[in-house]
């Protein structure tokens, strides 16, 4: 059995792959989901040895806001503390808030849930009991979604191709 561990960057990040990898639909395969942003924080070596052996670590995070030295420090501490089978990079061009709207009917995020500011957003979107009808009604284009490649010219050797997160 493949074991599955998403490192996202924020709580919106995290809600929102839980329900899509264990919920009634699944568009993303299975995992433990926790809060880590690679790209502006340092991970622990103690938290990388609890892995499990043969991971398939997915990391997911916005590149408008990155430390590159970080994350190339944090992947270097993944290969030394941790057995991981293998790392799989996620991008959200510019930030995930972005993606939503890139990938559905929308113009502005606060289409969504008829809010006035980002932080008014999140916390709408965080308090959401039917994620999958919110997303049907914008029309939310999975096959779209993190498919856009940076212009970020040092982060772009790390993308990974999203459809490697989709459940087949």
Request: hydrophobic share 35%; charged share 35%.
């Amino acid at each position: 059995m493949k074991i599955y561990r998403y490192f996202v960057e924020g709580e919106c990040e995290k809600f929102f792959v839980k329900v899509f990898s264990h919920g009634e639909k699944q568009y993303f395969k299975p995992g433990k989901v926790d809060v880590h942003n690679v790209v502006n924080e340092s991970l622990s070596s103690a938290m990388l040895r609890t892995l499990k052996n043969d991971t398939t670590l997915i990391l997911i995070y916005d590149v408008d806001k990155y430390n590159s030295d970080l994350l190339q420090q944090n992947l270097k501490s993944i290969r030394k503390y941790a057995r991981v089978r293998e790392i799989i990079h996620i991008q959200s061009v510019k930030n995930f808030e972005d993606e939503l709207i890139r990938c559905s009917k929308i113009n502005n995020l606060n289409e969504i849930f008829s809010t006035e500011s980002t932080e008014e957003f999140k916390k709408k979107f965080l308090a959401c009991k039917d994620l999958c009808a919110k997303m049907e009604e914008i029309e939310l284009n999975f096959n779209e979604l993190w498919n856009k490649i940076t212009d970020q010219k040092e982060l772009q050797k790390f993308r990974s191709d999203p459809r490697r997160i989709k459940k087949s």
